[in-house]
């Protein structure tokens, strides 16, 4: 007998499912992945409404999924996963989100942290000097409009080319770094402008570089095929398409509002914008979505440039090597077996990240046999962790997994109940030193206001969503 | 004389703003945005005209204060005032007219991405009380 929690039904261990008859328009159940606990906190939220919200849309496929670090977005939940069919489904920029192809670059060195610490404070300031934040201060690269075309085609590569990184950054990247589908003329004027200045710049709220170090290994096989030895530092980038991709969002939301009406289709929540995947108004979007994710991955592959530029500096003859570059918040169109058949859907992960299992042809070749590297980023006081991708997370989530801790307060809240000045010297009490823009900005990414990482992690990995590889402690921190 | 305040919100930032009449709640909300993105700025006044469209006052409000995050992070200028002239039916639905002087943004604080839709409101009852999220 399945056990209730509110409106969930518990359908196996992590499993809980959200019946179509909660809420009128329901197409598909939706699933939670969570532990009990999470499971009485999420009844009680918004992120729940979201969740049924999502399942109301035409030709969604299987189910509408929330990861364990789910919470209430806007629109879409985040931590939220949903396919449609390519042929009689959707495109939602909502179900993308704003920062389209926010992500994770995760670089490991030749160093240790013996070799680190002495040094990070001084490391941590060039970090913070050399690598733009962005806001206003512009990049060190100013584009043409015809760099800015090329850019939004080519992705990485364009750095790349350009001397910014190494041919092997591209082959650990998603999608080598560059969507196919990516036109610029789909983009609008006002995107080009936002973004014009901004590539190879950081970005603020909870975008950061950081530095830290494998303190744990859980399985050794999968971490040597990773790179990540005992003691080893790496550097993790988080940061997406800037003003670039918010724009685009901005852009198309109200494009598919006006053509929602037009193609007959009601949403309960018009942050849900969507437009058949086949209309010209879909086709479009995701041409400009994959601009936006290919300036992203042009931008993370600059910042890694210029990461790699003061490391250098500090430690001649350092070598800094891609681990994995992964999107978050993007939609793809994917090819899943879904009962029984093979489909071609166009799957929406807003907060999550996809989970490619052993022996999926699209794995880089040194990856093959151990499936996709997954970067769960924690807090800038705790942990984050190398997960990697199974089999099953390919059945049953269309390949997906959690993609950080997921927020336990509001910013509000967080700044209320912590001062950004004594959390920096509680973190270097604790051998983690932090530098922001603001006390402000900084209390507002405090730990306290995430949840463990680690509890998320647990269920992906106890669900067989994800297999544990190492655990990564930051010593510096920049958050934008 | 209109005001706002922010609310809680489990990832972004929650805006109320209000006024005696929608064009001074609009214009608060607007100097929230502008307020919340913490931008400084120096140099010679401009002014301009912004006009914007849309079927119904929630969607006005959300076109409007999207201009105004375009004009922080595109144009980076720094907002000195914001007259919201006016805001009236239209036969195709609302329109809002206002005039902004800015000078040249020095620097900005924080990144505001969009004005999202989601649980964008306009009440009129008495007061004219706005609420939206901002994705930041």
């Not at chain 1, 879409?76 to 192809?101: E, H, K, L, M, W």
């Not at chain 1, 070799?115 to 962005?134: A, F, K, N, Y």
């Not at chain 1, 071609?344 to 999550?352: M, P």
């Not at chain 2, 120096?42 to 959300?62: C, F, I, K, T």
Request: glycine share 10%; with cysteine.
């Amino acid at each position: 007998m399945s056990k209730q929690v509110g409106p969930l039904l518990q359908r196996a261990p992590y499993r809980y499912e959200l019946p179509e008859t909660y809420k009128k328009g329901m197409r598909v159940p939706g699933i939670l992945w969570v532990n009990e606990a999470a499971a009485r906190l999420i009844a009680e939220d918004q992120s729940l409404d979201q969740l049924a919200n999502v399942a109301c849309l035409p030709g969604i496929v299987g189910a509408s999924h929330g990861m364990p670090d789910i919470h209430a977005g806007y629109g879409f939940p985040i931590g939220g996963v949903a396919a449609f069919r390519t042929d009689s489904g959707v495109i939602s920029p909502g179900g993308v989100g704003y920062d389209i192809n926010c992500g994770v670059r995760l670089m490991k060195t030749s160093i240790t942290v013996e070799d680190v610490r002495p040094h990070i404070e001084e490391l941590t300031r060039r970090l913070q000097r050399d690598v733009p934040s962005g806001l206003a201060s512009e990049g060190e690269l100013s584009l043409s409009a015809a760099d800015l075309r090329d850019v939004m085609v080519q992705g990485a590569q364009w750095a790349v080319d350009r001397g910014m990184g190494e041919l092997q950054d591209l082959e650990f990247c998603e999608d080598r770094g560059a969507m196919q589908a990516a036109d610029p003329n789909a983009v609008s004027e006002r995107a080009v402008k936002r973004g014009r200045n901004q590539l190879g710049t950081l970005g603020s709220g909870n975008h950061f570089l950081e530095v830290c170090y494998v303190d744990s290994v859980y399985d050794d096989g999968l971490a040597e095929a990773f790179g990540l030895r005992y003691h080893t530092v790496c550097v993790m980038v988080h940061s997406g398409s800037r003003g670039f991709g918010h724009q685009i969002c901005t852009d198309y939301v109200s494009i598919m509002l006006k053509a929602m009406t037009k193609h007959g289709i009601h949403v309960p929540d018009r942050q849900l914008a969507c437009a058949p995947f086949d209309s010209d108004e879909g086709q479009k979007y995701y041409s400009a979505m994959a601009c936006a994710a290919n300036f992203a991955w042009a931008n993370r592959q600059v910042l890694a440039h210029l990461v790699r530029g003061v490391m250098s500096g500090l430690f001649p003859g350092i070598k800094v090597s891609t681990v994995y570059d992964v999107a978050h918040n993007i939609a793809r169109v994917e090819k899943h077996v879904v009962e029984g058949r093979p489909l071609e859907l166009i799957v929406h992960r807003k907060g999550a990240t996809k989970a490619l299992g052993p022996g999926n042809s699209l794995l880089p070749g040194a990856y093959s046999r151990y499936g996709q590297p997954i970067l769960v980023p924690g807090d800038m006081g705790r942990y984050s962790y190398v997960l990697a991708g199974t089999v099953k997370a390919q059945e049953e989530t269309f390949g997906s997994t959690c993609h950080g801790a997921g927020r336990l307060l509001s910013r509000e809240a967080a700044k209320k109940s912590v001062d950004g000045s004594m959390l920096k010297a509680t973190l270097r009490d604790k051998g983690i030193f932090v530098l922001g823009t603001s006390n402000a900005s900084l209390a507002e990414e405090a730990p306290e206001a995430y949840k463990d990482v680690s509890e998320v992690v647990s269920v992906m990995v106890d669900a067989g969503l994800a297999r544990k590889v190492a655990r990564l402690v930051p010593i510096g921190v920049v958050k934008g | 004389m209109s005001e706002y305040r922010t609310l809680d919100h489990a990832a972004d930032l929650m805006i109320e703003a209000w006024g005696a009449h929608l064009e001074d709640a609009f214009g608060a909300a607007a100097k929230a945005v502008a307020e919340l993105s913490g931008t400084q700025g120096n140099g010679a006044v401009n002014q301009v005209v912004v006009s914007v469209r849309s079927a119904d006052l929630e969607g006005l409000l959300v076109e409007w204060l999207n201009e105004i995050v375009y004009l922080i992070s595109a144009e980076e200028v720094h907002l000195v005032s914001i007259w919201v002239n006016c805001i009236q039916r239209e036969d195709q639905g609302w329109s809002c007219r206002a005039t902004l002087q800015f000078t040249k943004q020095l620097f900005r604080t924080r990144d505001i991405k969009a004005v999202t839709w989601h649980s964008a409101r306009v009440e009129i009852s008495g007061k004219i009380v706005v609420r939206f999220v901002l994705d930041v």
